[in-house]
């Protein structure tokens, strides 16, 4: 078991006084068997009060609600973290979906298509042609093979650049421009994976990291994917590797901008500015 200390702050600064509406907030790591919440804390300013809840997908979200008028809304979270998810690739993947092409069983098909919604027509065809490079129609292949060799050629091919513009390009942007932040390169590898018929969902959280051009400090976003008999995998095409021991999901969603890390309104004069620090370590 490893520990580690997540800390992300989060500054709004308005050009004058503001009344702050609600506000959603995203900062409480998923936990399951592999990960553990040791210790949160959530500093916020002007004081809120709180409102906890699970959303559609279990994503836990903290619903703030203001009394007091402000120049400057200032969220800091603070998690200690238990990682017991050491051997990321101990998993075993049912008989059926051994090899690709497979169909997932109709029970979990039911569960699972809303994860498998095919892409706009435009981006097919797109895809069509750049999946060619990996995959051929009707071609037998071990189902991980292909999804790693899918994660592995979107962080060889592709360019990483930081983006502070808000949004998501879309799968066809990416692979036109050639270049994506970690949301992009996440989405893309999701409408990848549905158009080979793997459910697949879009992931923000946290990544444990030396610092590089793809680790600034920041949130990060990576891909996961249903396996029968070994559940959802993540997959960080980013880095190009299975998620693993540093990999902290928050948020889970079948669309993107379904899962801001904070997200909410203001009245009053226009304009104001964002600044945000995460920093990810080890804890003993």
Same mark, same amino acid.
């Given at each position: 078991?490893?520990?580690?200390?997540?800390?992300?702050?989060?500054?709004?600064?308005?050009?004058?006084?503001?009344?702050?509406?609600?506000?959603?907030?995203?900062?409480?790591?998923?936990?399951?068997?592999?990960?553990?919440?040791?210790?949160?804390?959530?500093?916020?300013?002007?004081?809120?009060?709180?409102?906890?809840?699970?959303?559609?997908?279990?994503?836990?979200?903290?619903?703030?609600?203001?009394?007091?008028?402000?120049?400057?809304?200032?969220?800091?979270s603070e998690v200690i973290?238990?990682?017991?998810?050491?051997?990321?690739?101990?998993?075993?993947?049912?008989?059926?979906?051994?090899?690709?092409?497979?169909?997932?069983?109709?029970?979990?098909?039911?569960?699972?298509?809303?994860?498998?919604?095919?892409?706009?027509?435009?981006?097919?065809?797109?895809?069509?042609?750049?999946?060619?490079?990996?995959?051929?129609?009707?071609?037998?292949?071990?189902?991980? =093979?292909?999804?790693?060799?899918?994660?592995?050629?979107?962080?060889?091919?592709?360019?990483?650049?930081?983006?502070?513009?808000?949004g998501v390009q879309t799968?066809?942007?990416?692979?036109?421009?050639? /270049?994506?932040?970690?949301?992009?390169f996440a989405v893309l590898?999701?409408?990848?994976?549905?158009?080979?018929?793997?459910?697949?969902?879009?992931?923000?959280?946290?990544?444990?990291?030396?610092?590089? /051009?793809?680790?600034?400090?920041?949130?990060?976003?990576?891909?996961?994917?249903?396996?029968?008999?070994?559940?959802?995998?993540?997959?960080?095409? /980013?880095?190009?590797?299975?998620?693993? =021991?540093?990999?902290?999901?928050?948020?889970?969603?079948?669309?993107?901008?379904?899962?801001?890390?904070?997200?909410?309104?203001?009245?009053?004069?226009?304009?104001?500015?964002?600044?945000?620090?995460?920093?990810?370590?080890?804890?003993?």
């Amino acid at each position: 078991m490893q520990r580690y200390k997540i800390l992300h702050r989060t500054y709004y600064n308005f050009s004058g006084t503001v009344r702050l509406g609600p506000h959603q907030l995203r900062l409480r790591p998923r936990e399951d068997y592999e990960l553990r919440i040791e210790s949160a804390t959530l500093t916020i300013t002007p004081p809120a009060t709180l409102l906890w809840h699970r959303d559609v997908e279990g994503n836990s979200v903290a619903i703030a609600t203001f009394d007091l008028p402000t120049n400057q809304l200032a969220v800091e979270s603070e998690v200690i973290i238990q990682q017991f998810n050491e051997a990321p690739l101990d998993f075993l993947v049912a008989d059926y979906a051994i090899e690709h092409p497979f169909t997932y069983r109709s029970d979990d098909k039911i569960l699972l298509s809303p994860y498998m919604a095919s892409p706009a027509q435009v981006t097919k065809s797109l895809l069509v042609e750049w999946i060619a490079n990996l995959w051929k129609s009707g071609e037998r292949i071990q189902t991980y =093979t292909l999804l790693q060799r899918l994660c592995t050629h979107i962080h060889q091919t592709l360019s990483y650049r930081v983006r502070e513009e808000p949004g998501v390009q879309t799968a066809e942007q990416t692979l036109s421009y050639g /270049t994506g932040s970690c949301r992009d390169f996440a989405v893309l590898m999701m409408v990848a994976a549905r158009w080979l018929g793997f459910a697949a969902r879009f992931v923000s959280g946290y990544l444990h990291a030396p610092p590089s /051009t793809a680790n600034l400090g920041s949130t990060h976003a990576w891909t996961e994917v249903y396996l029968p008999g070994a559940g959802w995998k993540g997959f960080d095409p /980013t880095i190009g590797e299975i998620a693993g =021991t540093g990999h902290f999901a928050v948020a889970v969603a079948r669309l993107p901008e379904s899962v801001p890390p904070i997200a909410g309104s203001f009245v009053g004069a226009s304009g104001s500015s964002l600044d945000v620090g995460v920093w990810v370590t080890m804890w003993e």
